[in-house]
Structures are given as structure tokens and as C-alpha cells.
């Protein structure tokens, strides 16, 4: 009599957790016809096989157990990362009722059909690099070792000064290669060249300025692994490269790239603004950067919600011409770096 029970109870135990999983169907948008185009032109950068993140969802059974979760991020505005209100990456209205709508009302699969996903980046978007810099040697991060940063020499220091035009990063092992900081090194210091994350785009500046890579001074790179779970307790290798495209002369404008010492800090000289990138900051806090200039007039040069976990460059629509004696603010605790053309001085 007691064995009969219990087989009962497992029986109503098993039914009940079968009759929830399955939700009515209520969406009208399926995920061959509505859902993958948008994963694909949104989230396919770094939701890929050999991707960033430890999940694909470029295929419906994927993408099928993270339908709750995709709800949770986007609600939260947590996903995709990009938190500019004006940035071409970020899901427009219409492409969040699909993904929602989507996830909570039955996640139907839609007609069979063909999908292609796109590709892991695998070459340069801008054709062979002036100059191929590959890691010296590999670098391995042990079974225990989940997170870690490697700072590497990619070439010595030349007697002259060269011109960066643009610059793009090409991971070894995408999956691990959290983000990549490319800076020159001398006994002076360091300046940054160029920041790069999963999903970037590589780093062009305008067509009539560049990046001076001063005379005496080292190419360098400084590159953050992070493991997902899908790596626990597993080895993995990496020999991330740089391609680095020069110009054959100084170029009309320097670009400087500019990390204000102060909150406010004064422009000494005109310049033109073209990007901003923020390090640090609280998850979820609002950060601002706006300028005031000598005349009194306002502009917002960045406003978003502070991700630490990705502090991306962000490239203004067109290049901002602020004057000498302009006021940068910022609001909300993070350090804000400017890439600036410099119009009036040295």
C-alpha cells in the first residue's frame, strides 16, 4: 500500500511539471520568420558558437531555454550592451516587442526554413593590416583560472614618429578575450590608442586626422580573459592579434585621446569631440557628460546607464566643435575619457 502511493505522487509530480512546461501559444511572431533576424543582426556578434557569451542562440533550440532569460536582460535593459539612446546597435521598439512577445507567449518556432547565422569573425574587416601584430607567444589560462590580464609587447619602439588611421583586434579564442586596451609605452608614460570589446567594430578615425604612435615609444596591448561556465575546470589558449592601418604623413588633425583630470575640466584648447568612452562607474547608475561653453550654451555629449562590465567607446553621430574655455561635466561616478581632434594649439 505504501509503494502504491508513492508511485502516485511521482506520477502527479511528473504530470504537473510537464503541464507547465508547455506554454499556450500566444505570440504572433515566430522564431523563424520574426525572432532570428533580429538575433542574428543584434545578438550574433557574441551569442555565437565560439562566441563571447557562453550561449548561442542562433538556432530555435538555442534559443529555447534562454526565452525567460532574454526577457529578464531586455526588461532590464541589460542586453544588448550597447546604452546610448542614439547608438546604431541598440534594439529598436519594434524589435523588443518581437523578442518579448516572443518569450512570454509560447515561443512558437514558426515554418521550417533555412537560417543563416553569421559568421565568427575570423578575418580584417578592413583588409590586410599596414602592420600584423600577433602576441609573441600563446598565453594559457589553467583549468582553475577563471579570470586574468596579460599585458604584451606587440612591437619595440622605432626612432620616428608613425600615424594611426585605424586599428581592429582579431581574438585568438574569441571566448575568453573579454576586452583589449592598445596603448603606446615610453619613459614619459602611457597614452591609449584604442580600447576594443566583443561586438566593436574596428576603430577608423576621420578621414583628415590620426593617432600619433610617438617616436621612442612601445606598441603594447593589455588584454582581459574572462571564463564562462561553459570553461570551468578547462584550459584554454589564446594568441589574440592587432592590426594597426597607417598613414604616410602627419595628417591634418591629431587625434588626442584625453582623460579629464578634474570634474569640471576646462578645454585649453578648440577641438572637435568624436568619441567617448567611460571606465568604472555603479551597474545601473546614470552617467552624463555634457559640455558648457564660454558663451553659456549647454550640449550633452553622452548620457546612459553605467555598465562596468562593458565600458565601450562610443562614437559621436558627428564630430562636436567645442571652444577653448568649455566646461566637460560629468555626472555619475565614472572616469571619462575623450578622443579630440585638436583644431586650435599644438
Not at 500566444?26 to 551569442?47: N, Q
Request: glycine share 6%.
Amino acid at each position: 500500500m505504501r509503494r502504491s502511493s508513492q508511485l502516485v505522487l511521482l506520477f502527479l509530480f511528473f504530470f504537473t511539471i510537464k503541464g507547465e512546461a508547455h506554454k499556450p501559444i500566444t505570440s504572433k511572431y515566430t522564431y523563424t520568420e520574426d525572432v532570428f533576424p533580429i538575433l542574428s543582426a543584434r545578438c550574433g556578434r557574441c551569442h555565437m558558437t565560439g562566441g563571447i557569451a557562453p550561449m548561442s542562440l542562433l538556432t530555435y533550440k538555442e534559443a529555447i531555454p534562454w526565452a525567460e532569460s532574454m526577457r529578464l536582460e531586455l526588461t532590464a535593459d541589460h542586453m544588448p550592451p550597447w546604452y546610448t539612446e542614439n547608438d546604431p546597435h541598440r534594439l529598436t521598439p519594434r524589435e523588443l516587442d518581437i523578442l518579448l512577445t516572443w518569450a512570454t507567449g509560447g515561443t512558437p518556432e514558426g515554418p521550417a526554413k533555412r537560417l543563416v547565422p553569421p559568421a565568427l569573425k575570423n578575418g580584417w574587416k578592413l583588409g590586410k593590416p599596414d602592420l600584423l601584430l600577433q602576441m609573441p607567444s600563446a598565453v594559457t589560462l589553467g583549468p582553475d583560472t577563471m579570470e586574468d590580464t596579460h599585458d604584451v609587447l606587440l612591437q619595440n619602439a622605432r626612432e620616428t614618429d608613425r600615424w594611426i588611421r585605424a586599428l581592429d583586434v582579431l581574438p585568438g579564442t574569441a571566448s575568453v578575450v573579454r576586452d583589449v586596451v592598445v596603448y603606446t609605452k615610453a619613459s614619459a608614460g602611457e597614452n591609449t590608442i584604442a580600447s576594443w570589446l566583443p561586438g566593436d567594430d574596428p576603430m577608423v578615425v576621420t578621414s583628415d586626422a590620426a593617432i600619433r604612435w610617438p617616436g621612442g615609444s612601445e606598441l603594447r596591448a593589455r588584454i582581459h580573459y574572462r571564463k564562462t561556465w561553459t570553461y570551468d575546470g578547462k584550459a584554454v589558449t589564446d594568441r589574440t592579434s592587432v592590426g594597426v592601418y597607417l598613414v604616410n604623413h602627419a595628417p591634418q588633425h591629431e587625434m588626442h585621446i584625453w582623460t579629464l583630470p578634474e570634474n569640471p575640466s576646462v578645454l585649453d584648447h578648440d577641438v572637435q569631440v568624436v568619441a567617448v568612452r567611460l571606465e568604472g562607474g555603479t551597474a545601473d547608475k546614470p552617467i552624463r557628460v555634457g559640455a558648457t561653453r564660454p558663451n553659456g550654451s549647454h550640449v550633452e555629449l553622452i548620457d546612459l546607464l553605467s555598465r562596468p562590465d562593458w565600458n565601450r567607446q562610443y562614437w559621436l553621430p558627428n564630430p562636436l566643435l567645442l571652444s577653448k574655455g568649455t566646461h566637460i561635466t560629468t555626472t555619475g561616478p565614472a572616469n571619462v575619457r575623450l578622443w579630440l581632434d585638436v583644431i586650435d594649439g599644438p
